[in-house]
């Protein structure tokens, strides 16, 4: 049975995001760190100092493991600064990524003469090994 009385005090005790007792931060906020992290400007650190955080929180908070709630981009491991044509040895650009995995009746081997890449390249690409941003 639920003590009426007690309902305030349990409410505070299970409270999360930017009705817990302890929050430093407001989910507009935490927002802004995922957005402002996904775009590779800006690091944990740089972070933590903008918005009054320690770092370990913000990677908690880049990573999706806290504030699950408030949505917005949460990256898994590695920021994507370098990968794809970001890559400082890419031969392919986003757009011939894209025009491969729309190639239809073409070999991979086909594929790689035309766009002067291995034949494994192209094999990973198609399976979604590689260039998975791009998903």
């Keep these: 049975m639920i ?21 430093v931060l407001q989910e507009s906020a935490v927002l802004e760190i995922r957005q402002l ?18 770092k370990a929180t913000i990677g908690q908070i880049t990573r999706g493991e806290t504030w699950k709630h ?5 990256i898994k491991g590695h920021r ?3 990968w794809g044509a970001n890559h400082p040895f890419a031969k ?9 995995r729309g190639a ?11 766009w002067d890449v291995s034949a494994s390249t192209i094999k990973n690409i198609l399976a979604g090994r590689s260039w998975k941003h791009l998903l």
């Excluded at 992290?37 to 320690?54: C, E, I, M, V």
């Design 3 to 23: 003590d009426r009385d007690r309902e305030p005090e349990l409410a505070q005790r299970y409270a999360s995001g930017e009705n817990h007792k302890l929050a």
């Design 37 to 54: 992290y996904a775009t590779g400007s800006w690091t944990h650190q740089q972070l933590a100092d903008k918005f009054g955080a320690s």
């Design 70 to 74: 408030v949505g917005g981009p949460a």
């Design 80 to 82: 994507p600064t370098n």
């Design 92 to 100: 392919l650009t986003d757009v011939d990524v894209l025009m491969i």
């Design 104 to 114: 239809r009746g073409l070999s991979a081997e086909d594929l790689a003469d035309a």
